[in-house]
């Protein structure tokens, strides 16, 4: 049907650092393009209005790209044993979990302000509204 085989992929990738970095990369062109779209969309639309305040999630951030639309940096990290926890739940094999988190711990440097998620998801809803307040977004 032409979709990608998640699964497939993530086996391919997961057993060599190099290919999904690579894989980043092809993708992260494509991510860039949508995001600055988006933006310009979004600028447009509020044109004479309050300024946009944008969130991008990313598991990975290629900084050469999209750090033009960053005004502050939000770094949230959790200890692996919780994160391998909470994606156990989505049926991802352990071993390919570990392989990505590897994977990002060696390539995503911690920057801007850092949020500690070892709580329940209403612990970290409070930490990111407090953070809001912080920069002056409601």
Known sequence: NGGV???????????????LLLLNKLIH?????????????????????NPL????????FDEKKLSKFIDQFI????????????F??????????????NFQRKNFKEKGTYIKNDGTLKDFYKDVVKLCRTYGYS
């Open 5 to 19: 085989k998640r699964e497939v992929l993530r086996d391919f990738v997961s057993k060599n650092p190099k290919k």
């Open 29 to 49: 062109s494509l991510v860039f393009k949508e995001v600055n779209k988006k933006v310009v969309q979004l600028k447009l639309l509020r044109k004479g209005k």
């Open 53 to 60: 305040s944008v969130c991008i999630e990313a598991t990975y």
């Open 75 to 86: 770094f949230v990290d959790a200890p692996d044993g919780e994160i391998l926890k909470r």
């Open 88 to 101: 156990v739940k989505r049926k991802v094999p352990k071993n390919h979990l570990q392989a990505l988190l």
